[in-house]
């Protein structure tokens, strides 16, 4: 047994540093997004998802580095990889709106031009009646606005960066430089 730690001595200090370097940099990016939905004062359950997002591609990355430390065949590797990718890929194209949905909603929650309780108009022929909604909640996919009249519409985060999108600001605001003569 000792006999294996010592043949595997690089490994495992390679495997330590690398976890280490997983945990600083998700720490880190963790309160990076937590600072970003707190300035933006954005929802909580969104910045937790985005956590989630990176988090899952830090582990994904963590998996990578394993197998290329422990020094897996690359041929063996390449085969697996291959194969993996290709069903990967088939899904993904079957299935590229939740992609681009999801990616949007990332997009939506860094740039933050709108959040919850802003009222919005949405610049869309496809919608049928036009008329000014409350953002009432940013999903991983979609976002639900409230019409006026109570209706719920359910609207993909991908046509929320591909529509023109107008914010109304509230009745009481007035223009700072409204007051040149």
């Known amino acids: 047994m000792e006999d294996f730690f010592i043949r595997h001595y690089n490994e495992f200090i390679s495997s330590g540093i690398t976890l280490a370097i997983v945990f600083v940099l998700k720490f880190l990016t963790n309160k990076m997004i937590k600072k970003v939905g707190s300035i933006s004062d954005l929802n909580v359950a969104r910045t937790r998802l985005v956590s989630k997002y ?18 897996v065949n690359v041929k063996e590797l390449g085969l697996i990889l291959s194969s993996v990718f290709a069903v990967i890929g088939v899904a993904l194209f079957a299935q590229w709106s939740i992609l681009s949905n999801v990616t949007a909603g990332i997009i939506l929650f860094f740039s933050f031009p709108f959040k919850i309780g802003d ?57 700072e430089g409204s007051d040149a003569v």
């Open 119 to 175: 009222r919005i108009k949405i610049m869309d022929k496809e919608i049928e009646s036009s008329g000014t909604y409350i953002i009432e909640d940013i999903r991983a996919y979609h976002i639900h606005l409230r019409r006026e009249n109570g209706e719920l519409l359910t609207y993909p985060n991908n046509l929320m960066l591909q529509k023109a999108v107008c914010v109304i600001a509230e009745e009481g605001f007035e223009n």
């Open 54 to 71: 990176f988090s899952f591609g830090f582990t994904a990355l963590t998996i990578v580095a394993f197998t290329l430390i422990w020094g």
